[in-house]
């Protein structure tokens, strides 16, 4: 039996996504297929999941996990981003509820080929999508000192990120930069410290290339908005972020659509006639509990969203 990536909040995911069973659910964020699973066993053959995954060797892990499902499942492989047209092309009209669970997978992660792990030696990939031309070892090599920085700093919200740059291009001054191991060495040696620390060096720049790489932020935004136009009224939008950027967007964006109107205050009518496509159904994040976190730590930094479509 291989082994799966773990679900985060699967109970809470259900809960708050399924409002009846029936209806077609879009998960965008397909991975090893567990929380579709959980959403298929649980309930009757009615409801239905639409799986969307922009790594083709996740789709084929969750087609043979999920073969059991049948027609109740339907795969398309490509980005959450591109959710109109996908529904287009599959004459789609309107969905009944979204799930994305955002960030990489444990087959991501455990791969070395896929370059995603500090802890693990082979090529700077980092590419969720392998037919994307940009790895990270590519944006090491052609981004200039102030981009690279920006990166490092805002996506990894690391501080020290000209001390890392500087280091970085020590080394380039060589030779490329091209494995996880020694882009590994060079964060341990810029950033070495006598005392202990919490996380590994490599930790937040690893995560700000991966991040700028898939261009993950870019791609939440434009699911988000275009998620509005293919929402039946009363279908639930679930998102399960790890990083904090993520979550304020999610938070922001919910924000704005609940209140609709985007006047200025000073102006006492509206006149951008704009209305609420949204109503906020969790007012405080949902976040994993001690159980769930020790069962699986990776579940220690997520932060669940909830919001349900209206039609004023
Ligand atoms: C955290 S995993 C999802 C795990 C899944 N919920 C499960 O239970 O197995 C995130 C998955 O989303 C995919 N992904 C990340 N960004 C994406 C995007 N913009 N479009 C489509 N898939 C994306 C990744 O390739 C990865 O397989």
């Not at 909040?9 to 965008?28: R, T």
């Not at 980092?126 to 200039?144: F, H, N, Y």
């Not at 091209?178 to 006598?194: D, E, F, P, V």
């Not at 496509?277 to 969790?282: Q, Y």
């Amino acid at each position: 039996m291989p082994t799966f990536h773990e679900p985060v909040l699967k109970e809470e995911v259900f809960q708050y996504l399924i409002k009846k069973e029936e209806g077609l659910i879009v998960d965008g964020t397909l991975g090893d297929g567990g929380h579709t699973e959980f959403l298929l066993e649980n309930t009757g053959p009615r409801l239905r999941v639409l799986g969307i995954d922009r790594d083709a060797s996740a789709l084929e892990r969750a087609k043979r996990r999920l073969v059991r499902f049948g027609d109740r499942v339907t795969y398309a492989k490509g980005n959450y981003s591109e959710i109109q047209s996908i529904l287009k092309r599959s004459k789609i009209e309107k969905i009944d509820g979204l799930l994305l669970d955002l960030g990489f997978s444990s087959p991501q992660i455990d791969d070395p080929k896929r370059g995603f792990s500090f802890m693990r030696d082979g090529e700077l990939d980092m590419r969720m999508d392998q037919t994307e031309e940009v790895t990270a070892a590519k944006l090491l090599a052609t981004l200039s000192d102030n981009e690279l920085e920006f990166i490092i700093k805002n996506y990894g919200e690391e501080r020290r990120c000209k001390r890392i740059v500087r280091a970085i291009r020590r080394v380039q001054a060589a030779t490329p930069v091209i494995t996880t191991l020694q882009l590994s060495n060079i964060l341990s040696g810029a950033l070495y410290s006598k005392r202990p620390t919490k996380i590994h060096p490599a930790t937040r720049t690893f995560q700000a290339l991966r991040i700028a790489v898939n261009r993950e932020l870019e791609h939440l935004q434009t699911a988000l908005q275009d998620s509005i136009g293919v929402l039946n009224a009363g279908a639930r939008v679930v998102i399960i972020a790890f990083h904090s950027l993520e979550d304020r967007m999610v938070k922001t964006f919910f924000r704005d659509e609940e209140k609709g109107c985007i006047c200025p205050p000073r102006i006492p009518a509206c006149v951008c006639g704009r209305k609420p496509t949204l109503k906020i159904i969790t007012r405080k994040i949902i976040t994993p509990d001690k159980k769930e976190v020790s069962q699986n730590p990776r579940a220690s930094s997520a932060k669940m969203r909830v919001a349900e479509r209206v039609y004023a």
